[in-house]
């Protein structure tokens, strides 16, 4: 291995910011309070003046602050999404997270020697179109859509050179391309693309039935939990629907992604950065996963065997999956 | 005095069978008054070889009908055939519908168009992308008539996706195999039942949404007739019709008629409600609503 592996972790709060700082992210990615970012809830993402201790502190203690400005420009008032990237680079990013290509090329504009990552909102899922990226607009990393094989993952990274990769290791995961996905719009009104939010909190609801719990979404019914079972989180793509005569999780099970023991080789045909999902996430998860895979990291860096039982722990008892990684979805 | 609108068939988005995707062209060829056609699979790359051998009878019968070809290429290319595949399309010399950025990567400045799987949503990415060699740029189904506005203005080239079951989603796993319990690498084709898509119903049985392969839709049949003079007002140069198994040159003659002026939206939604539709009619993303919502009047 020629460059140590950077782990790259999730703040959706200034706590939750040191909170995966002190459990050794090696870099943080978070977003400003509103809809230029792609987790767009109330009470989460920083204002001004927490991006600016966000960064201090991170900067202090060694690590790197990516600020995500991933969703797509509104027709009108791109001038939000602008003033955005102006302010981040101010605060001193070091890099910027970005999706839409208009804001790319402004960025670049703007900001001639701005560090630019590409979200995985923009889906570049093919060497051709990391090139298009690259060399128009200077991205320096992509981050992959978790639709691709390793071995995909393993062509695509050798290709982008000098641009670097960022894969998903850990939690949540999209079963539809990222940043092309219109389902919570079509359900609520309300999209990724847009508004930074996928079936939004303020758009289910529950009813209670004789035997079961109901969740909806856009007032449509998602899921029904029997008395007693789990409820997790209705999301679209992870509900279950009638085709053909036949109840199923017809999009995705509801589980979440663990690449944990890809780790070794994702790292072999030369990832740069392992991402872990969730900026809605406590500051106790962040803190005991962002540890976890710290360990591993560090693990494999000096040849050391990695301790993949204390990282499967982590979805115990949860269902987890590789996704699209290990081709089951071919 | 705005400009005529012109009229855009989509490319088939199902994997109909052979003889009725040749005689649907021949049909369009000869009766629909559009202007411009698109062809070409967008969903699904396995499904490609089963029109290879008779596009380019249809793209001749297409242009004696008067008709302007266009070629749109594959939404979602991943493995290495398939962006050879787009190579060879451009390298034939069709004029090409872009549906991904590797697409616009390889046409390299080359005047193309762009279909609606392609991010745009404001007015400086549309500008980039006209820039890039876009002559005409048909907008993602959700935005709103208010961002069409703004992004409309002044530059000629804005299509709306106007009539069909509007595109949501893709993914690399085919929904279709996976109901059917199969591996999308030996599906046998079992997407080839559903011409319109496989509905797929909430657990109260409330139909929502319709599967397309490794494509998601809306169940709803998206429609424009209640803005089309507010979009063209606003400067948009086409409406994009994509296809269903229900008569689209009706549909096409319906749209034409509206756009002339030779019919209210009234009538033009009574026209289009008694064909065989697979699902409501909708406007609602155009409202800046859910997408699901039925239309009014």
Known sequence: MTTPLELVCPAGTPAGLRTAVDAGAHSIYCGYRDETNARNFPGLNFDRAEMRDAVAYSHDHGAKILIALNTFMRAGSTDLWKRGVDDAVAAGADALILADVGLVEYARKAHPKQRLHLSVQAAAAT??????????????RVVLPRVLTVEEIARLTANAAPCETEVFVFGGLCVMAEGRCMLSSYATGKSPNMTGVCSPPSHVSYREESDALVACVGGFTVERFERGEPAGYPTLCKGRFEAQGAVSHLFEDPVSLNAVELLPRLAEIGVTAFKIEGRQRGRAYISTVVRAFRKAIDAMAVGDKV???????????????????????? | MTARLSLTLGPVLYNWPKPRWVDFYNRIADEAPVDRVCIGEVVCSKRKPFIDDVILDVVDRLERGGKEVFYATLALPTTKREVRDIGDIIQAGYMIEANDIATVHLLNGRPH?????????????????????????CLPPELPLESIRTMAKGNQAVEVFAFGRPPLALSARCYAARQANMAKDSCQFVCEAHSDGMDVCTLDGVPFLAVNGIQTQGYVVSTAV??????????????????????????????????????????????????HLPGPLSDGFLRGLPGCTAEVD
Not at chain 1, 127 to 140: K, L, Q, T, W
Not at chain 2, 115 to 135: R, V
Request: hydrophobic fraction near 40%.
């Open chain 1, 307 to 330: 301790d993949f039982g204390e990282l499967r722990a982590l979805t115990e008892g949860q269902r987890d999956t590789t996704g699209a990684y290990k081709k089951a979805w071919r």
């Open chain 2, 113 to 137: 168009v762009v279909g609606p799987f392609i991010n745009i949503y404001n007015e400086d990415t549309l500008a980039l992308h006209l820039k890039l060699g876009a002559t005409r740029i």
């Open chain 2, 226 to 275: 209640n803005h089309v003079a507010a979009l063209s007002e606003a400067g948009v140069v086409s409406l994009r019709l994509s296809p269903q198994t229900c008569d689209m040159v009706r549909v096409v003659e319906v749209y034409r008629d509206l756009a002339d002026g030779n019919t209210t939206p009234k009538e033009a939604g009574e026209a289009l409600a008694v064909l």
């Open chain 1, 127 to 140: 060497p051709e179109a990391i090139a298009f990226y690259r060399d128009r607009f200077g991205i320096s």
